[in-house]
Structures are given as C-alpha cells and as structure tokens.
C-alpha cells in the first residue's frame, strides 16, 4: 500500500472569495503581514502499489478536481 496526497486548488485567474474573506479577517484576529490567501483542498488515498500515475492523474481530473477552474497536484508520500 502507498499513501498519494492530492492537491487542488483555484486556478491563479479565479477568483477566491474564501481566501479572501481569510485574509480580510486576519488583520481583526491581530495578524498582520499576510497579504493573501488561497484556500484549496487536500485528498488522502490509500493505494496499490500497482496503481500507476496515469490512473491517478484520472481519478484527480475526473473525480476529485474541477479542471476548468482548479489544477491538481499528485504526491506520492
């Protein structure tokens, strides 16, 4: 068994209106210094050795992203 993290976030072209409300409210919590933020979404899975990257990038594309307005990133851990 392998564990692969898949990550996904906005493209840099769409707007984030999470991300900005993160980063409107930090200075109000008393932190200063962030000027923005992206919030996105992270996958665990548990796989097969046999289970190759192309299948991966499959179930990212197909499943667990939004291509026309988030990219994806497969890590194998």
Do not use: C, H, Y
């Not at 980063?23 to 796989?47: H, I, N, T």
Request: net charge negative; hydrophobic share 45%; no cysteine.
């Amino acid at each position: 068994m392998a564990r692969v993290v898949v990550d996904v976030m906005p493209k840099a072209e769409i707007l984030d209106p999470q991300g900005q409300a993160i980063v409107g409210a930090l200075p109000r919590l008393g932190f200063a210094g962030v000027s923005d933020v992206r919030q996105g979404k992270r996958f665990e899975l548990e796989v097969d050795d046999n289970v190759g990257d192309d299948e991966l990038a499959t179930i990212a594309e197909s499943f667990l992203a939004n291509t026309v307005i988030e990219e994806w990133k497969v890590t194998r851990l």
